[in-house]
């Protein structure tokens, strides 16, 4: 089964400053996709950025980028000039291209942003 | 309203009482998700239907029960539970296949006394 390791529980950052996030993910299978969803205190998750394994390039969304390493099975996320309104958890996902309904999660980094 | 919507947002209930849970989509996706998020642990899927067929039942015990009456609504029937299914319970929907990412509602926030 596929599985995805944020090993970052916990992340700080300045306002203004630049944050990286981690994730891993275990799996056999050669097409895939991969979010990063961001859950504000609010608890109503949305998504950040998605990244299709079959496209080399990394994804950028404004202030968010991804570094996708599909030979080393890593997915992090890139927040440049950190904003207050960033603080939140911050999910990676997976999800098969075979099996569309099996979405799976990582443990979450809970990000603070320090003004 | 727009989005996906969950009612109710809080709900405190015995372990011999019977309640539902409601999702709605106003987004026209013809796929919907129950979750259970937990502290520290990542989001557990619970079902998924498609079209309004049942696709996916990860394991879950029967006191949980789902409903897909149609492909805007769907509905999760609690009884007798344990108070480790305390949690929040998270709706999402999306369309099927390719890099479509599931809309999430703000989810309802269960306790079991």
């Known amino acids: 089964a596929q599985t995805v390791t944020q090993s970052q529980p916990e992340m700080s950052v300045q306002e203004a400053e630049t944050v990286t996030l981690s994730c891993t993910y275990d799996?056999?299978?050669?097409?895939?996709?991969l979010f990063w969803y961001k859950q504000p205190p609010s608890r109503q998750m949305i998504l950040v950025i998605r990244?299709?394994?079959?496209?080399?390039q990394n994804a950028t969304e404004n202030r968010f980028s991804v570094n996708f390493q599909k030979a080393a099975k890593s997915f992090s996320l890139k927040i440049s000039d950190s904003q207050l309104g960033d603080a939140a958890m911050y999910f990676c996902?997976?999800?098969?291209?075979?099996?569309?309904?099996?979405?799976?999660f990582g443990a979450g980094t809970r990000l603070t942003v320090k003004p | 309203e727009t989005g996906v919507t969950q009612t109710p947002r809080h709900l405190v209930m015995g372990m011999t009482n019977k309640k539902s849970l409601k999702c709605e989509q106003h987004?026209?996706?013809?796929?919907m998700y129950w979750y259970k998020q937990s502290a520290k642990k990542p989001l557990e899927l619970m079902f998924v239907?498609?079209?309004?067929?049942?696709?996916e039942n990860n394991s879950v015990p029967s006191r949980f029960s789902p409903e897909c009456p149609n492909s805007s609504h769907l509905f999760l029937h609690l009884h007798t539970l344990q108070p480790e299914d305390s949690a929040l319970y998270l709706c999402?929907?999306?369309?099927?296949?390719?890099?479509?990412?599931?809309?999430f509602g703000p989810g309802t926030r269960l306790t079991v006394t």
């Open positions: 999402a929907s999306s369309q099927v296949g390719g890099a479509y990412e599931q809309y």
């Open positions: 799996t056999s299978e050669s097409d895939y996709y």
């Open positions: 990244q299709e394994a079959y496209k080399q």
């Open positions: 996902a997976y999800r098969s291209a075979y099996n569309n309904n099996d979405m799976r």
């Open positions: 987004l026209g996706h013809n796929a």
């Open positions: 239907y498609n079209f309004k067929e049942q696709t």
